[in-house]
């Protein structure tokens, strides 16, 4: 039984906050003292400046935290703001998330009746958040909390939707949340939506992250993750290792991981397996995997320490390129809401992240490749020890030879999310509208001011209080496990937000790099700036008098002028130029499965844009012409310039600068109202809390 609901405070000074327990990707967790109830507590602090974008999202969280009920589910004391901060007030879980036990203690995974236990209690959560109408999208190790008496609580709601939202929020389960390695393919694919059934994969995927300490697929970059979730056969428990586990168990992960979320068996159903009569009391959990755990906050402390220390030998090791390769990496399997932005810099870096990364796991897909496979039939599942096992060159080399495949892929897997992906070449409005978009820009000096989550409150130093709740309710015996030498699976980042994030990190020549190769470039100031418009107004209106050099002066990082705006990019001439176009598959016309309405634009745009290089031309010949005083010669054929080429005519030009000008107000307009939809949101929050 849950006790009592007290009457937590709603004001930052009567908390004491310790040492940091926990940090994900929008928040970090301090145990602290409640001071008037004189009890522990968490206290997840979020950054509403840095959650700017996702306020929406935090509001649901806070709100379906407060209003659950039920003895698997983390649920909220309380929250409110404090400066800049919300700070949310949960129970205290003192052995910390499955990940952290299993990264400190249990790094190969946990025997098959803790298993049986744990995901017993997990499913209990979600039979109750689904017959409630809610889907969680984050089920993963990293989620699933255990206090010091064993007793398992499911958290972290900040991307769990409503099945009965309607308009907007209905269309929050249209969009590409979650952690992908434990993201269902429907979730990925976005082309139906989805709904509670995705939690039935990603609660397949903790089945095998609890049996082999790392979720499948966790040593590859998002994108990767992505491709072979939906290329590869599901994963399961069919490997030489696995031979320990019982049919019952393999069964039942088999039933979840069904690529047809149909065929995958409801949470109520689902408990009713033959698999959770293994499953224990929840004491057996306090006597087998709390066992020797030293307190959260020194296993938290270690293994953040070793995270940074790793990151640091690769880059000693591979250089500051591949040093941000890996930190991408790590951030992006640990990142729930990751986003397109995310997607492109980690898009930018495989080729180097390949080329140098660990072999370890990286067998795992390539031969399973256009393995494509509705049903949860044999054939369906991954075959064992060709996709899991092996570091060897040849499957690393298969491995990397993927990835340029992704152009192809596109092709064969005409799905949402690789629109999305493709969106690196060619981004769309309705891409942009639907993943969640980041106000943080590329610029350096700005990107500074998105520094890690902090409370606005100092913790009270770091001090481990001997005789506080922590250590009373936590065995202090030995640790199990060594935790020296680099760490094997990464599934989770323990460093601060702004050390991984590539808008911080990413140097002055990446990103060169990422602009040439995707052909893009993001609108850096929101709405269209003053200078900018001045600019693309002067190279198009002043082309007359710059003689072929209009393209020239737009913006110094840019290579041609701008002449078309997709929501917050720009697509720039020299994009747009043949040589462009021939040069760089990005930019070459969209795949068959694109729609004809939707490459008509992109025709407008060449078109529009031949016209403007013929004028010129036309202007040199004429200049040309003039010159050398013998005009009909050079051009050829006894024609003149009017019956050779078709000049377009003033009033064509005119008309052509007004869509553009237009375009360009519509895409400053779509802006201005994202940033009033945020602030509307952001003042609804505040009421939310101030008005409970
Ligand atoms: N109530 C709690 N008691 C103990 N530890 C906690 C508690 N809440 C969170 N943590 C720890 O903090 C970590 C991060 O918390 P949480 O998942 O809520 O943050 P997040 O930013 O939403 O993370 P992510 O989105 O990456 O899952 C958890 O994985 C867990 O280890």
């Not at 995270?307 to 991408?328: D, F, I, R, T, V």
């Not at 929101?526 to 072929?548: A, E, V, Y």
């Not at 025709?603 to 003039?626: C, D, G, P, V």
């Amino acid at each position: 039984m849950e006790a009592p609901k007290k009457k937590f405070p709603l004001d930052a000074k009567d908390y004491k906050l310790y040492e940091e327990i926990g940090e994900g990707v929008s928040a970090s967790v301090y145990r602290a003292l409640c001071v008037p109830l004189n009890e522990t507590v968490a206290i997840k602090v979020l950054d509403l400046e840095k959650c700017n974008n996702d306020l929406d999202g935090i509001r649901r969280e806070v709100q379906t935290m407060s209003l659950i009920d039920h003895p698997n589910l983390l649920r909220a004391y309380c929250s409110f703001t404090t400066g800049q901060s919300l700070w949310v007030v949960t129970p205290y879980m003192a052995a910390g998330s499955c990940l952290h036990i299993m990264k400190s203690s249990f790094q190969e995974g946990f025997e098959e009746p803790a298993i049986a236990t744990l995901l017993r209690e997990v499913l209990k959560a979600l039979v109750y958040l689904h017959a409630h109408g809610h889907i969680h999208r984050d089920v993963k190790a990293g989620n699933i909390l255990v206090d010091y008496n064993g007793s398992i609580k499911l958290a972290d709601f900040g991307v769990s939707a409503c099945m009965f939202d309607t308009g907007d929020r209905q269309r929050s389960r249209n969009t590409f949340v979650g952690t992908p390695c434990w993201m269902a393919p429907e979730v990925m694919q976005q082309l139906h939506g989805y709904d509670f059934k995705a939690d039935i994969w990603s609660f397949g995927i903790t089945a095998l992250e609890l049996a082999h300490g790392h979720a499948p697929f966790s040593k590859y970059p998002p994108m990767k993750v992505l491709l072979m979730t939906l290329q590869n056969a599901p994963p399961g428990l069919d490997y030489e290792r696995d031979k320990k586990f019982s049919k019952s168990f393999k069964e039942m992960v088999a039933a979840c991981l069904v690529k047809d979320p149909k065929k995958r068996p409801s949470s109520e159903k689902l408990l009713k397996h033959p698999f959770f009569k293994n499953a224990r009391t929840t004491e057996y959990l306090e006597h087998t995997i709390l066992n020797g755990l030293s307190p959260l906050s020194d296993r938290f402390r270690i293994l953040k320490a070793k995270e940074a220390e790793l990151l640091m030998q690769n880059k000693e090791l591979y250089g500051e390129k591949e040093h941000l390769s890996q930190q991408e990496y790590i951030r992006g399997i640990s990142a729930w809401n990751f986003n397109l932005e995310d997607l492109k810099n980690q898009a930018s870096l495989i080729q180097d992240y390949d080329e140098t990364s660990n072999a370890e796991d990286l067998n795992a897909s390539s031969k399973q490749q256009n393995v494509i496979n509705d049903a949860g039939s044999p054939a369906e599942r991954s075959s064992p020890e060709i996709s899991d096992h092996s570091d060897t060159a040849s499957h690393l080399e298969d491995a990397i030879n993927e990835i340029p495949d992704l152009e192809s892929s596109f092709v064969a897997f005409p799905i949402k999310p690789l629109q999305a992906l493709k969106g690196c070449f060619d981004v769309c409005e309705d891409d942009l509208a639907t993943v969640s978009s980041t106000a943080v820009d590329d610029n350096p000096s700005d990107s500074d001011q998105h520094s890690a989550i902090k409370p606005s409150v100092k913790p009270v130093g770091q001090e481990t209080e001997s005789n506080d709740a922590e250590h009373s309710g936590q065995r202090k015996l030995l640790s199990r496990a060594s935790t020296n030498g680099p760490r094997k699976y990464l599934s989770g980042s323990l460093l601060p937000d702004d050390s991984l994030s590539p808008k911080k990190l990413i140097s002055d020549a990446d990103r060169d790099h990422l602009q040439s190769r995707f052909q893009t470039q993001r609108n850096l100031s929101g709405p269209l700036h003053g200078r900018q418009k001045h600019k693309i107004n002067n190279s198009l209106s002043g082309s007359n008098k710059n003689h072929g050099r209009w393209d020239k002066n737009v913006e110094d990082v840019s290579e041609g002028a701008v002449v078309q705006r997709k929501g917050r990019f720009k697509v720039f001439s020299a994009e747009l130029s043949p040589k462009a176009l021939a040069n760089n598959p990005s930019s070459s016309p969209p795949p068959s499965s694109t729609s004809a309405a939707s490459v008509v634009p992109y025709l407008q745009t060449i078109l529009q844009h031949n016209a403007m290089q013929r004028e010129e031309l036309l202007k040199l010949i004429k200049f040309a012409e003039q010159n050398s005083g013998n005009s009909m010669e050079y051009v050829g054929s006894g024609t003149n310039e009017n019956s050779q080429i078709p000049i377009i005519s003033a009033r064509e030009r005119e008309l052509q600068s007004q869509v553009i000008h237009l375009q360009q107000s519509i895409g400053s307009l779509v802006e201005q109202l994202r940033i009033l939809k945020m602030s509307n949101a952001k003042v609804s929050l505040h009421l939310d809390l101030v008005i409970p």
